[in-house]
């Protein structure tokens, strides 16, 4: 993964914030037939990162690594719906 650990924490933290005070928004993206990919993106940007990301982030990573972050961060929440 090209995103730095430290970077990867601030992401994960933000995005989690937002799956908690949402949690049922991966239900109704999926009952209104969104990609998995929209929902990631949606919750990145609802964590209000956007300035961090563009500031910092692309300095060094593309849209394919962020996504990468944001797979990883995602799924945990996914499994957790499963179980």
Known sequence: MKITKDHYEIIENAINKVIMDNPCAYDDYQKKGL???RYRW???WA???N???R???YQ???DNNIDT???KI???HAMKLII
């Open 42 to 44: 949606d919750c990145l």
């Open 55 to 57: 500031d910092i982030i």
């Open 60 to 62: 060094y990573a593309n």
């Open 74 to 76: 995602t799924k945990k």
């Open 69 to 71: 972050v944001l797979r």
């Open 51 to 53: 300035d961090f990301i």
């Open 47 to 49: 964590a209000k990162l």
């Open 35 to 37: 990609s998995d990919m």
